[in-house]
């Protein structure tokens, strides 16, 4: 056995760390034998921990297949104790009394032997009768609760029962894969077991299997080896520690590198070259055959004539992978951990570099030797963890795989969906909070001040529309295209490169270094084959994310009008020598560019600061004018707030915003299932309110200035009420989506303060990015106004001055006003026909 | 209490065995014998107290040998030494036998790679961890912080090794050399990219270097970035979560040295193809060039440790501000009498990274001085690299031509296959200070590499942040650095928080003795690190300066009134307060609007 203190006994061959990991079946079972066998008569009772390590056993399950290592196994299973002559008994001589004892339980079939003594496994208080009778129990009787309902006429079989027929009859699994969370529903105990002494546990579990498939089907040649995955709970790699060692644990990382795969030698097979007599096979005894002295031919006799033929040797694969940190794991300023894995036989090339996999394994150390010839070991340890079973979880980050696509929405829902389960509970608990609208709101770029209903327009279009595709092959897109326009310095940009942050597949790209082929596609020649090829631009790549474009004005016009097929049918086509191709770019599109001006300038109408062509704006869902207006009350806030930056502010309010994680799983989790239908009422509303801003537009006055309604505008704003469901991850779309979806649009184009008359925006109406309480309180404003002027003026009486007014009005309430807000209530008054201003008195009218 | 028993310099890990044994006598005699020496997993047994109480209150310190490339091979091993420097990589773990029982004493092996006694077969035994890091010398440290803490010359201690032993350790170490050219392709990589960092580092550097070579050693070069070219220490960490130690933290670690020629020996290559992916990755650290050092005592260093003489006075303002002055005029006169630099200059020195809010970094201050060329630059440009050399603990020069961009490496890279961290030049601790020369750029077409490099210096201005390349994924570090361009005109790719126009009046030739750099030196590295409280009143008066600001310019944004209140809340620290007051500002604004005038 393997002691790192070999040096004092020298008989012992040096312990190499190899056998430990690798070693044949039979000594699996011989070694767990001599362990348990130990336990009964040792008489040195050692700690639990050390006997860990002390003596790595080879787990029972290292079992390659092959017939001789069933062979091996109906040994075991086919009520014979294994005799001390087979050949693979090069280690010292077991005694054979105790050996039929201990082999009482097993050869009785997984069943309890009342009469035997009850054997322990050595150093624990695990009855292998005890453990033997519980496997068997789970193999028979678990029943998978999920499958309750079901009617299906092989459901009086249990669940593995079933695997374990469908293994028999398919003939080519070699594994049982076993969920540990059954295991745990069904015995809680015997998991726990299992966890902790997974190698004595697993050794019984094989042989309860075998015996198992022994009864049913007698001829069963191959070996079937039990998979355990899915433990209970996993570790952090960083957290493994040397309480860990010779314990079953569950791990998550990424596949960083695989050793090629190495042909391991398990039996050896010698020819006498003197008479031609081939040897029976020699097992592999921890990484080393002993070659027979003497040929077994009675005749022959010959010594040292024997010599190894390769061809008839058995070999097994294995491979060493390394594991690594997933970077969310890893904490600041630490970079990640690695661990070495073992991959056996069937587990060989299960995944490549750059895999993120679950591993559930043994976690095992080994001594390390000092040098072939040195038999001291130090006292240093390397780790490693013996693979059991390997899962692929999700690719990289929850939301690359997202089906926003109609194709087909339904067909990756399987295997992702029980791992993302706990996460997914969580998200819909949040989704059913009252304000996750303005949770959300608050989540997107909270750095970033104000601008609360560009935010909001920005959230729609990350939560994005439902696409549609009619039978007759027309195509309406799902996603939402935006405009930024606005003054210097009012964080446009940062907003872009927060959205691209948070966007699956976002690209960033500035109008002034991209060309039309750059954003699109362009072909090029192979410089190695001469043949075309097709290179996708930032559009392409953007395929079912966002593409962020900085400074949209500076854009050539060639490449803007690329823009125009892009941005409604969604797709990039390209016609050049050779090659004819349409590719897919369903893409949404958030533009920002300055006004013409490059600042915006209130004499001249939207369209003229905009200056884009008619046709791309119409293209786009929402167009913000992000205007910088003097108002002292964002000046202070921003003031606060760069304040609050750089000072540990006490009173600074803390708000509920969901960090940037969640809130990438949230919008992904969404997008790909849910998938909002307009209700009735909500259609109704839709048609109401846009023939009310078609009538709007179609003011006399008008001349063109304004943006009309127009039928692009009623699909924008299904998109937009369907992405506003989709926040709450709603099934339906219902009038308050509708409604709100309205407000964004009209806020969008500031429409609300754009005088029809002229098409020019009246400055003073502006309220760029209120905040909801912020209006709330302006409304309050307004009516506590109102209030006033009915009660204290004559309709017709005299005029009153602003300021009496202002000092009634904070006589009257606690909340602190400036002559600002005032007037601009007064604005509000005036427009519903109470109240006329002139410069700075009031009159009712 | 009695003093040592054991020589704590010569033999420390007598000490620690000697009050293990005692330890788990003790343990023992309480528990009844059942397993004495569990709770000694991961914690002192008071071995530690021990060397603090040596090293801190007996004034050993100053008897421990300063582990370096220059006497390595010279100690002797498994004595006590201090090593400084740059947590560079983190090597995860190590599993070893910590405490066995031999007979019926407990044997500790902690604070070694070997067990003294022959570990008895079979035998209880307890398995412990303890964490690898690897450690380089400081990139960038300047010279005058190694004079701080001078350890005793090595030679003329007891503890240095005899020429037979000498010798020997010779012949391992040239086996040693054969071993790794053989199997080590990390070695051979390395060295073919050798020639290549080599010629950048000479072609645009050597002017400098050639300037001032009694003032820089090679350190300051960019040599340390060749992994395995330069001196590095494997130090072992026991007893503390990992989370302690972060990357690039700057330590010093009183520990034992080890050398054991047994562990140089090379392993058996037999049958261990496939053992290559589990062996670690010390395995390619030999270690007749990487000393391993078991930590005793780790101390994390900061500014003031590097100063030579902590100054006994407390800092008053009245102190700081005659220091502040002093070293104002003689910025000033390094910078041609330019006064404003020199006013700018000063804040940036002064700055450091307070918070960080998603994107948003508080604090910093990178300036750009423009209006150099090539001539100025070479004047100014080494005359300030010399100052800031003299005054900060590290400090790199970076000359940014399409050259260097195109070819250095800037990035620090992880090679999974080595399982190592390749270092690049922005692997760089805490509050370093790097100053680009933009002058030397003309020109020229970047190669994908060299767009790399540039959009890492741009992330770098604008968030603090340097992405290491993982292979798989790429992770984001956190920094503080310092950073200060010179270049002709506004610098489009490192955008600096502060633009300042450079008008020099008269050519620069001064010089500073030694007590005032001292006492400068002690001045950024107090005021750098003065605690800011700010009363409410404050903030209110702070937030209406600015509404009224805004008021004036609209072109104001968020940006520039957040660098504002930076530079005041510097400014007011330069005086040595604690708190910003209405002055503070006032200066500020009219420091911005010289500003202003001059980029007009």
Redesign the interface.
Known sequence: MVHFAAVSSPDVRPSSPLPATNSSPAQSGRSGGRRRRRGSASPYPSSPSLGGFETPPPPGRRTPSGAATSRQRQNWTGRFPPTPSTPMSTDDVPPSSEAGDEDTPETDGGGVDADAAPVFVWGTNISVQDVNAAILRFLRHFRDPRDAGRVDPVMDEGKYMRAIHRILELEGGESLDVDAHDLFDHDPDLYGKMVRYPLEVLAIFDIVLMDLVARIEPLFEKHIQTRIYNLKSSVCLRNLNPSDIEKMVSIKGMIIRCSSVIPELKEAVFRCLVCGFYSEPVMVDRGRVTEPHICQKEQCKATNSMTLVHNRCRFADKQIIKLQETPDEIPEGGTPHTVSVLMHDKLVDAGKPGDRVEITGIYRAMTIRIGPTQRTVKSIFKTYIDCLHIKKTDKSRLHIEDSMGTDNPDANKTAEDVSLGDKVEKLKELSKLPDIYDRLTRSLAPNIWELDDVKRGLLCQLFGGNPLRLPSGANFRGDINILLVGDPGTSKSQLLQYMHKLSPRGIYTSGRGSSAVGLTAYVAKDPETGETVLESGALVLSDKGVCCIDEFDKMSDNARSMLHEVMEQQTVSIAKAGIIASLNARTSVLACANPTESRYNPRLSVIDNIHLAPTLLSRFDLIYLILDKADEQTDRRLAKHIVSLHFENPNIEEIEALDLPTLVAYISYARKYIQPRLSDEAAEELTRGYVEMRKRGNNPGSRKKVITATARQIESLIRLSEALARMRFSEVVEVRDVVEAFRLLEVAMQQSATDHATGTIDMDLIMTGVSASERLRRDNLVAATRNLVMEKMQLGGASVRMIELLEELRKQSSMEIHLHDLRSALGTLMTEGAVVIHGDSVKRV | MVGPQYDLVGNPLGAVRATFERAAEAAAAESGGR?PVAAF?GKDWGANEVFRSFLFEQGGLDKVPVLDASNLGLIKPNTLVRFRGMVQ??L??????GAFKDGSTWRT?KFS???PF????????????RHLFHCVPVPGQNSWTRESSPGPDVCTMSICLTPEQREKRKRGADNDAMDVSENGNVEASSSSKKPKDDDAHNSNSSPEVSMNKEHIPEMNGVDHHIPGSSFSCLVKVYDMP??QV????VAEFIGVYTFDP??A????N??D??????E?VTAQLPPSKVPRLHCLVRRKLSAHDFLSKPPTAEPSPILLKSIRQSLLSHLTLVLGKDELAAQCLLLHLLSRL??K????T??RLSLNFTGFNRESASIFGNQINNLIQRLLPYSQAIPLSIEYLNTATLQPR?D??S?R?ITGVLQLPQGTHLTFDETLLQSGSLTSKGVENTMLLKNLMESQMVEYD????K?E??TDIQLLTLSEGKSNILLSDLIVPFRPSCVPGVNASAEELESWRWYLATVRSLP?S?E?ET?QM???E??SA??DD??L??SE??RW??MA?IMASSFGENSLSIEHWQMVKELERLRKERLQ
């Open positions: 397993e997993r990589d983190m995860g773990n190590e599993y070893y036998v092996n790679d070997f067990s022959s570990i008895p077969h079979p035998c209880d035994s307890h398995l412990w961890e990992e989370s972060k990357l690039n933290d047994e562990l020996a090379p392993t058996d037999s049958d193809i496939m053992f290559d992916l589990i670690d307070l918070n809010v998603d994107v948003v508080v604090g992880k999974n296959k399982g961290l993982f292979e798989y994924y992770l570090m956190a800011q700010t409410s903030y702070i937030q209406d600015m509404v805004m008021r609209r072109s944004g968020c009134l957040s209140l930076t809340q």
